[in-house]
């Protein structure tokens, strides 16, 4: 074989051994910049959380303020039944829909708030692992995904907050059906939400956990 070609050949090898590591370094991000990241990651979380937490009284008072007319209307029709038990019932029923609706967005919205800070590990960690020489492509596409989903199920958290579930009735033998009515809809609304947008930003951010895991860091 030309003792050129062969000269060349080497030349090449030390080429990719030396230069292509040391250009991958200089792209990496530094301990400093992992410090950094770790600041700015925290001030993100605290700022999400503050803001989730603002969306949702809001929603909640806009909410409040769409079902004032309707909900005047229904205890107007409660005051003037006959029947002291099912004026109580009534009451009670109507408190306990917006009640149950409060507590389930309170509660996905603090899923949503540690999902993101599972995510903010998980993206410190691969900032850990780059710096380490790992490839974490796969880590960030899944990153990127997670936060995404994570989106998507604020703003149909922050629009089921904005729910109104007030029972119509037009006479005193259709209370429990209309009472029905609304609680079996508000049951199928949670539910649509914790089957549909929470649990794909549940496995988006399982995904991201997976391939971190992947890189064997």
Do not use: C
Request: glycine share 4%; net charge positive; charged share 30%.
């Amino acid at each position: 074989m030309n003792k050129k070609f062969i000269g060349g050949l080497v030349a090449m090898f030390l080429w990719l051994a030396v230069v292509v590591p040391a250009l991958a370094q200089i792209n990496a991000p530094s301990r400093e910049d992992i410090k950094a990241k770790r600041t700015e990651l925290n001030a993100q979380l605290k700022n999400e959380r503050e803001a989730a937490k603002k969306r949702l009284e809001t929603a909640r008072e806009e909410a409040k303020k769409a079902a004032e007319t309707r909900r005047a209307e229904l205890k107007d029709k409660i005051s003037k039944l006959r029947d002291e038990k099912k004026k109580q019932i009534a009451t009670r029923l109507d408190e306990q829909m917006a009640r149950l609706n409060a507590k389930w967005t309170d509660h996905f919205n603090n899923v949503l708030v540690r999902l993101l800070e599972i995510l903010s590990n998980v993206e410190l960690r691969a900032s850990k692992a780059e710096v380490s020489g790992k490839d974490v492509s796969a880590v960030k596409m899944a990153i990127q995904n997670a936060k995404t989903a994570i989106g998507t199920a604020r703003t149909a958290v922050e629009a089921q907050t904005k729910k109104t579930y007030v029972a119509t009735f037009s006479s005193e033998t259709g209370l429990g059906a209309a009472f029905k009515v609304v609680r079996n809809q508000l049951h199928s609304d949670l539910t649509s939400l914790r089957d549909g947008a929470m649990k794909s930003s549940r496995e988006a951010v399982q995904n991201a956990l997976q391939a971190l895991k992947d890189l064997n860091f």
